[in-house]
Every structure is written in C-alpha cells, then in structure tokens.
C-alpha cells in the first residue's frame, strides 16, 4: 500500500517536450492511472509540483486550459535545479507531479468585460490558459488584446500560436522585443512602452499580466496612468515554496501564503499586503 | 486527595513502561540536556531546567525521508513508510508540550502532514511540571505556565515527598493499567514565578512596527546561525532535497529556516526578501502577526527562552516584544 501522504507526487510520464526557445520547452505530461488522470482538474491560474526523481520537485503553473485527453501542459524554462533535469528528460521518462494547489483567475467574473493580457518572457506561460479559455468561449468575452514581449525575437514562447489567437474575432496580438535582430520586422521595444503607445481603455477591461518583477513594476505605472484601478489589474505571484499545503512556511509574503491565498492576487488585495512580493 | 507517585513508585512505573514503549526522555549528553531514547531508568533526568533542543524531533525530525522510491518498470514507486511503534514522550516541561500543541495546528490541518501525524498519534505526553524558573523563562506571558497541564497526556509536579499525578486523558491513563497508584492529601507545591515579557496585544500593534528601521538596525548583528530557528520548540520552516542514491531516490525533509540567506530566492536569482532585517521582521511577525492571524489569535512562543540562552549575538526575544510595543504605542499615539 502506498502512504497516505499529501507530500506523495503521482507517477506521470512526460508525453513531448519541445522546444520554444533556446531555454524553454513545452512539456506535455500524462498522468499514469487513468482514474487519477480523470480527477486531476486543474482550473487556469493554478499550479502543480513536478518531480525530477533525484534532483527534486518544483512549482510550475499549468500553461494550458484543461483538455478533455487530460494532458497537461507546462512550460518551463531551463533555470535551475530542476528545471535543468526537467530539460535532460526525454519523452517516455518517468516524472511525478503532485496538485493542483492555488487558486485560479475568476473567470467568470470576467465574462463580458475586455481582456487585455500582459505578459514578459515565460510570464506568458500562466496566462497561455487564459486565452485558450477567451478564444474558446469568444462569445462570452468582449475585446482580447494580447500584449507579450520578450528580450529578443528568439525568446517569445508560443510563436507558433500568435497568428491563430490573432485571427480570432475581436482579438489583437502585439508583439514587441527588447532587442531586434535581421530578420525581425516587428516593434522594439518594452512591453510597459507598448501600453503607453496603444493607450488601452479601462472601461470595462481586466488586465491580466505576468513577467518579471521590473516589468511588472512599469506595466503597473503605465496601467496606473490610463486611469486603471487596482482592482482591475490581476497578477499571478511566483514564490519559493516546498510543500503547496501553507506548512512550509516559505511562501508567505506577509500574512498571505502564495500557495494557499494565491498564486492569483488584484493589485487592490497586492497593495494591502505588508510584504511586496 | 491527589494521586501520587513516591519517587520509587515513580521509578518502578518507568521500569515497566520501558518493558512496554520506546521511552524517549531527557538525558544528560556531555555537557547538555537533550531528549533521547533511553534504555534504562537511570538515564532519566528528573530534575533538569531546559533541554538543548526541544523534543520537537520527535515528530518532526531534524531530517528524515519522506519517501524512498525504487525504479520499477520504467517508473518511481514509493517504498511503504516504515511502521512507528507506540511510544511516550516522558519528562517535557508544560512550554515544551505547548510548543508541539502549536506545530500541530499547521501540521494536522487538513490535508493533514501523515510524516508527523503518525508519531504523533503513537506516542504519549508524559510532562514533568517545573520547580525553577530561569532568568529568561516566560511561559506565563505566552498562556502558558510552569504547572500548565493543557496539550499533555500525564502531567507530574514534582513535591519534595515524591510526584503529583494528573492524568489528563484516556491515552495517558493506559499508561496505568494495572498499576496500583496510591493517594495522599498534599497541596501543589508553589509554582515559580517568570519574569513578565509584554507579548500581550502585540498582535493588534505588530503592523505599525513593519517599517520601522528598528528591523535592519537590530539584524545588522544577525550571522544567521539560524540556532534560534533550531532551538526553538514551535519554529517548522522546512526544506524538501531528492538525494539520488543506488537504484533508488530518497526525497528528504529537513528544518530550515526564514533567516538563511537566500531562503525566499528563486530559481534564476530574484529574493522578493533579500535583507537581513526584513528576513529577522520575519521570524518575529511569523509569531506575533502571521501565525495568530492564521490561527485563532495564539502567539507562536512558548516562552522557553532557547532562543535568548542561544543566540550568540544576543538578539533577544523578550527586548523585540518591548521594543515593538514601545513603537506601537508611539504610532498609536501619532493617530
């Protein structure tokens, strides 16, 4: 009999790992047992521990909308510990993957409001669910725009997606790097300057964006400028953490536990923690 | 009428308990005070002040293996988890079990730790209530007492004559089957008395103090030992590591501690807590602020005062409480 323990990740096998960029793949994982593949339900936002037996386990957020085969995807850039064994497995290989933990965005909530989508280098990743979830629902959504750069035309993750989301009605996807190269024809420049140029609406929008924490911090200011509300401005938090459960009392950024309360916050809920995550 | 222990009663209980149970107790270990598995009544300290560590390890080890898991046909399956026997936990002081009753409320939650659960549901409290305070003990400041019997199993005050017996619940009371306790009219000697600490309300002013330089200027001595972490009776900050071994993985817990450098750094190098006050804020707002607030108002100190005897650059946990109460009552006056 196997323990009981909520420490104990379930055996999966890595399906595909492709590559996005230079150091990040796209790996598709499988849960063994197919009844505990059938309620593993992960809503967009959450996020899960992947084990590389031997070198460790570690949070990713889940970078796509539950499929009905059950297939989880992740995106992962090649940075540490165990992203880097992460990136040495080949598909076939044995990995281990213990949640959902989180909560999620309120996606009902946004129901016929615009979505502007935000995001810096693999800090699309957790907002990838997102937008499958608009564009498969069009409908019930107003106008999605999609604001994503990176440090070089290299490093955009999902580039073979952008021209699908951008076909769909009433969607826009800009684009921008920090540095061009030859065959780049696109915008060069920050992701905050982007919001400046398009000077997007806050009627009736939520904002949705993830990066890294300097971007986040311009993103912020900018967004601040065009008259949107904190409440209005939705971010998802990454943090150091070994157990998902609020035990290991690593995660905690002032009274809240990213793992528990978040990893989703508001800037109005960001704005009255005593920490600054 | 009181049951009672005569100090030879005593003895002859512990002698068929050992019979019985793993019996883990404080013994003298060079020069200190620390809790171990004993094998004879006569290792047993029945008059000590405080122990090194606190027996915490007993359900949350310094180290231990969470799981152990073998390749079998192209896949990790989880070893069993060895089986834990019964035991009792015999000789902790009153702030001693507090400490475990606080590491339980995080632990035993819902989706409960099974690692800890287990030995704690296997082994029994047996307290030794205290007859001295020290200097820097202030468990009545924390709810707490030094004949405090709350979160044990058995409690014993030791009296010149021999030994109170306050068995406080059906596991503690199979501890006596069969064992013939006598009792006797005596009153509960005096209990002594701890210096104050001014902890009361510091949850309610905590906030105020957060941007106060008083953080940085008092880590600015801070070598994070992290000895206060591990000495502490109540800290649970954990570390999880995969040791890959011969055909198989071990994945290994570990104490930590929120004053390492680098214990809130993420992969690629980003620390949303990189300074050394902000991490000491940390240690104290996780005991006064963040933890109450979680659970239902209690402080997380036992008032042991490990951390005062350890810490070798003298940053008091008794001065942080009165110095946080100055500040707040100086921003609450500015209001």
């Known amino acids: 009999m196997l323990p009981d323990s909520p420490f104990l990740p379930l ?39 992947l084990s590389a037996f031997g070198m460790g386990e570690s949070p990713f957020t889940f970078a796509s909308y539950p499929s009905p085969d059950g297939v989880l995807e992740f995106a992962i850039r090649r940075v540490g510990t165990v992203s880097s064994a992460l990136h040495e497995l080949e598909p076939g290989e044995a990995v281990g993957i213990r949640g959902p933990f989180g909560n999620s965005f309120p996606l009902e909530e946004y129901r016929g409001k615009n979505i502007i989508i935000i995001g810096g280098g693999i800090g699309l990743a957790p907002l990838r669910p997102v937008i499958q979830a608009v564009l498969s629902h069009r409908e019930e959504y107003g106008e999605l725009l999609v604001i994503y750069g990176a440090r070089t035309p290299a490093d955009l993750v999902f580039a073979h997606e952008f021209s699908s989301w ?49 971007m986040i911090r311009f993103v912020l200011a900018e967004l601040k400028a065009l008259d949107f509300a904190p409440m209005q401005i939705v ?43 | 009428m009181k049951p009672f222990l005569s100090r030879d009663n005593l003895l002859l209980w512990l002698k068929r308990l050992l019979q019985e149970y793993t019996v883990i107790a404080p013994v003298q270990a060079w020069d200190t005070v620390l809790f171990q598995p004993v094998k004879e009544v006569e290792e047993i300290l029945l008059n000590y002040d405080v122990s090194a560590l606190s027996p915490k390890d007993v359900f949350f080890p310094t180290s231990e293996t969470l799981f152990t898991f073998e390749r079998q046909g192209g896949r990790w399956e989880a070893r069993p988890l060895p089986e834990i026997k019964k035991q009792v ?75 109170i017996l306050q068995v406080r619940t059906a596991r503690g009371a199979a501890l006596f089957t069969g064992f ?35 953080w940085e200027r008092l880590a600015d001595r801070c070598i994070h030992c992290n000895l206060c972490a591990y000495v502490c009776p109540c800290c649970y900050c954990f570390d999880i590591r995969d040791y890959a071994l011969k055909g198989r993985v071990e994945r290994v817990r570990s104490w930590e501690s929120c004053q390492a450098a680098g214990f809130t750094r993420l992969a690629g190098g980003y620390d949303p807590r990189p300074s050394k006050g902000a991490r000491l804020r940390q240690r104290f707002f996780h005991k006064f602020l963040y933890y109450p607030t979680q659970f239902k108002g209690q402080v997380k100190c036992t008032g042991c005062g490990r951390c005062v005897r350890a810490c070798p650059v003298n940053i008091d946990i008794r001065e ?11 921003v609450a006056r500015a209001a």
């Not at chain 2, 008395?193 to 941007?211: L, Q, S």
């Open chain 2, 180 to 214: 013939n306790v006598e009792e006797l009219e005596i009153d509960n000697p005096p209990p002594p008395v701890t210096t104050p600490v001014p902890v009361a309300g510091i949850t309610e002013i905590a906030r105020d103090t957060f941007n106060e330089v008083f």
């Open chain 2, 89 to 163: 936990l015999f000789g902790l002081h009153p702030c001693d079990a507090h400490g475990i009753a606080l590491m339980d409320v995080p632990f035993l939650s819902p989706p409960a730790d099974l690692h800890y659960q287990r030995r704690r549901e296997a082994t029994t409290l047996v307290g030794l209530a205290c007859s001295r305070a020290r200097p820097e003990c202030f468990c009545e400041s924390v709810g707490g007492g030094p004949q405090d019997p709350s979160h044990l199993d058995v409690l014993l005050i030791p009296t010149p004559q021999g030994y």
């Open chain 2, 320 to 330: 942080v409480a009165s110095e946080m109460q100055r500040i707040g009552s100086r």
């Open chain 1, 166 to 214: 951008g076909e769909a009605p009433r969607t826009r996807v800009e684009l921008t790097v920090d540095r061009g190269n030859g065959d780049w024809q696109g915008r060069v420049a920050l992701v905050p300057t982007v919001i400046k140029e398009l000077k997007p609406s806050p009627e009736n929008t939520i904002t949705i964006t993830c990066g890294p924490p300097i």
């Open chain 1, 11 to 49: 055996p999966a096998r890595i399906q595909e790992a492709r590559d996005l960029t230079p150091d990040v793949k796209l790996f598709r994982v499988e849960i063994e047992d197919p009844r505990a593949r059938e309620n593993f339900r992960h809503r967009p936002g959450q996020f899960a521990f």
């Open chain 1, 235 to 277: 971010t998802t938090l990454e943090s150091k953490m070994k157990c998902g459960l609020g035990k290991c009392a690593r995660c905690n950024i002032g009274e809240k536990y990213v793992c528990q309360d978040g990893p989703v916050f508001s800037f109005s809920e960001i704005s009255r923690f005593l920490e600054q995550g």
